[in-house]
């Protein structure tokens, strides 16, 4: 029999002495998907695989309890033909020992597996003790916000303010914000909010805000009831909450009771001073947050949407219920009926704004641009959010003038519920009518004034009150028009 040469393709049906050469010439059918094995010689269960696509690895393969073992010990490039024969070694003794391989690979990777988990929990559990009380807050603002009223958002984002953002309170646009109480504990790290830490921040607060800190007390104290509740923070907070320090609740003190009301004395004085005020849009709400009682945020957002003329009935966005119908008075109703309609605001802020030629013509260009009619002279320009703010110095000034003191626009409020006394109206009326939760089962679960019962009383209590204001009003019948006469 002729010796093959040393050109042609190795006979893969017998083992032969590995070579360079030997794995050089091996081939493949790659006509069809195939793969060929070359045995060595010279250490049993070691092959030279060869796929139809040309890759070549050594691989070793033997039996264990009947059953054909295959691993691939690595491409021919990489390993050297005694590197591959010293595995092949190695794997042939662990099998005579009845080891497995493949099962000594699984645990191998699986250990390797559980050391990366154990690494990666640990490099969380780093990041999560990191983790600072300022990002924290803005995940829970941000996840909380539908379930708030907006004044409750930006409560929120107030007290947690690092300040130094120019005002926007009246007459004081020119000055920064201060930071707000909570600003001190926001670079803090999560697990560093403890009772100690918490006692010492209401220390120093309590000295010039203890109103405004009792507020952030309780604000942060709900933040933390909920960080309790996720996962990723409930393991690095303490077992009790770290707010309900006695302490630092007794370095804040309680909060005073509010006293500032309009007495029935003050009346004339006080609706003289508001009426001649020089903006009869801040006149009118004053007159109508004192009449309706609802909180002073309410009667600013009114929409002329939200009076209803032809049912006599108006609509409040209430932050306890959401909206509440309350009747639409008579005097109530001439004041809205003589301010301006320049938007959807019933209470819209607008002044006039003196055009020399040069703002003209910088007007004109942007008019230009936004494609509409440029200004010619003298123009109205509406506040950014189109309804005029708290007018609470106007106010103060006006209460100058009368003599009084101390009357805030919450004052107003509780002026409404303190007259009606003198009525004698139901207190579950006035609640209605103010929005307050009703404070009985009788109230919570079964009555339910409609507006023309509300009206009963309320028309009773806005009549008294212009009575002992000396305020002279003449409902006109008919038409349903409303003069002032006086």
């Not at 695989?49 to 491409?75: M, Y």
């Not at 303190?418 to 404070?439: D, F, N, R, Y």
Request: aromatic share 6%; net charge positive.
């Amino acid at each position: 029999m002729a010796r093959p040469k040393k050109a042609d393709a190795p006979d893969t049906s017998k083992p032969v002495d590995l070579t360079a050469g030997v794995i050089e010439r091996l081939t493949c059918r790659t006509d069809i998907k195939a793969q060929a094995f070359l045995r060595d010689s010279k250490v049993p269960g070691l092959r030279v695989r060869v796929t139809n696509t040309g890759a070549k690895s050594f691989v070793f393969e033997s039996k264990l309890n009947r059953k054909t073992i295959r691993r691939t010990i690595g491409d021919v490039k990489t390993w050297t033909i005694d590197q591959a024969r010293a595995e092949a070694r190695k794997l042939a003794v662990m099998l005579d020992n009845g080891t497995d391989p493949r099962e000594l690979e699984r645990q191998e990777q699986a250990e390797r597996e559980l050391q990366k988990k154990k690494q990666q929990e640990a490099e969380e559990a780093a990041k999560r003790t990191a983790v600072t009380v300022e990002e924290v807050w803005s995940t829970y603002v941000e996840e909380r916000r539908p379930h708030w009223g907006e004044a409750h958002y930006q409560s929120h984002l107030e007290k947690a303010s690092l300040g130094g953002q120019p005002s926007k309170r009246r007459g004081m646009t020119d000055k920064l914000t201060k930071p707000g109480p909570l600003a001190p504990l926001m670079p803090l790290a999560l697990k560093d909010l403890d009772g100690p830490t918490i006692e010492r921040w209401a220390a120093i607060e309590g000295k010039d805000r203890p109103s405004s800190a009792r507020l952030a007390l309780r604000q942060l104290s709900v933040f933390l009831n909920w960080c309790k509740d996720q996962p990723q923070y409930a393991s690095i907070l303490s077992s009790s909450n770290p707010t309900k320090s006695k302490k630092a609740r007794e370095v804040l003190g309680k909060p005073t009771r509010k006293e500032d009301v309009l007495t029935r004395e003050q009346l004339p004085a006080w609706f003289e001073a508001v009426k001649k005020m020089p903006n009869p849009t801040v006149s009118a709400y004053l007159q109508i947050l004192l009449l309706t009682g609802a909180r002073p945020g309410e009667v600013l957002e009114l929409r002329w949407d939200d009076i209803k003329t032809h049912w006599r009935v108006l609509t409040i966005r209430d932050k306890v219920e959401g909206e509440r119908v309350i009747p639409l008075t008579p005097y109530v109703h001439s004041l809205i009926a003589a301010l301006p309609r320049r938007n959807d605001w019933v209470f819209s802020s607008a002044k006039t704004l003196r055009l020399d030629s040069k703002n003209i013509r910088r007007r004109a260009h942007k008019a230009a641009k936004r494609g509409t009619e440029a200004p010619e002279g003298d123009m109205l320009e509406t506040s950014a959010s189109g309804h005029i703010t708290k007018p609470n110095t106007p106010h103060t000034q006006a209460c100058t003038v009368a003599g009084i003191d101390g009357l805030t626009l919450h004052g107003l409020r509780r002026s409404f519920a303190s007259l009606t006394e003198w009525l004698e109206i139901p207190a579950g009326v006035v609640a209605q009518i103010q929005g307050h939760k009703p404070s009985a089962t009788a109230e919570k679960h079964y009555k339910r004034r409609p507006p023309d019962l509300l009206r009963l009383y309320h028309e009773k209590v806005e009549a008294w009150v212009l009575e002992q204001a000396g305020v002279t009003f003449e409902n006109k019948a008919g038409a349903g028009k409303l003069a002032l006469v006086g």
